[in-house]
Nanobody, 113 residues
Framework: QVQLVESGGGSVQPGGSLRVSCAAS????????MAWYRQAPGKQRELVAE???????DYADSVKGRFTISRDNAKDTVDLQMNSLKHEDTAFYYC???????WGQGTQVTVST
């Protein structure tokens, strides 16, 4: 059974940076794409970034140039580096395994003065 555990959320001022990480278990991690989603209060969950097994990446327009998704197949982790954070980036961030439709428990990111 796939387990995804996020870490690294927190609070930061606008313009700051945060890195969230997802540790995967119960899967042959290096074979599968992974993704990060987010959900802000009162809004639908939305795709933020995704990375293929071959480390090709794609991003939501709202985060292009600011966020970077990466994976470490030796550690079975997928990270999201978030720079130049804005108020509107405030949300719960979720790790997602599309091959099994599995979600992590999420980690809160708050951008506030």
């Amino acid at each position: 059974q796939v387990q995804l555990v996020e870490s690294g959320g927190g609070s930061v001022q606008p313009g700051g940076s945060l890195r969230v990480s997802c540790a995967a278990s119960g899967m042959i991690f290096r074979f599968y794409p992974m993704a990060w989603y987010r959900q802000a209060p009162g809004k639908q969950r939305e795709l933020v970034a995704e990375i293929t097994a071959g480390s090709n990446t794609d991003y939501a327009d709202s985060v292009k140039g600011r966020f970077t998704i990466s994976r470490d197949n030796a550690k079975d982790t997928v990270d999201l580096q978030m720079n130049s954070l804005k108020h509107e980036d405030t949300a719960f961030y979720y790790c997602y395994d599309p091959s099994q439709a599995s979600w992590g428990q999420g980690t809160q990111v708050t951008v506030s003065t």
